[in-house]
């Protein structure tokens, strides 16, 4: 709840990002049962295409969660 808080209220701050999605990468069939990892990392880089810290952080989440292709495009 807390990673979900944080990334709402500051949208830039990449760990907060970073962090929810592994979060629910991890235990998100425990946590959120059909909640995408991804979601709101995605829409915050869609948000702020200037951020290439968050892109880059994106893409690097993307590649650790075996999405190549996804991380290619960001890329």
């Given at each position: 709840a807390q990673a979900r808080r944080t990334v709402a209220e500051h949208p830039g701050f990449v760990p907060g990002?970073?962090?929810?999605?592994n979060l629910l990468w991890e235990y998100g069939p425990a946590l959120a049962p059909g909640d995408d990892p991804a979601a709101r990392y995605?829409?915050?880089?869609?948000?702020?295409?200037?951020?290439?810290?968050?892109r880059l952080?994106?893409?690097q989440f993307l590649m650790a969660s075996r999405q190549p292709e996804a991380a290619l495009a960001q890329v």
């Open positions: 990002h970073t962090t929810l999605a995605a829409e915050a880089v869609r948000q702020q295409p200037g951020n290439g810290a968050l952080s994106y893409s």
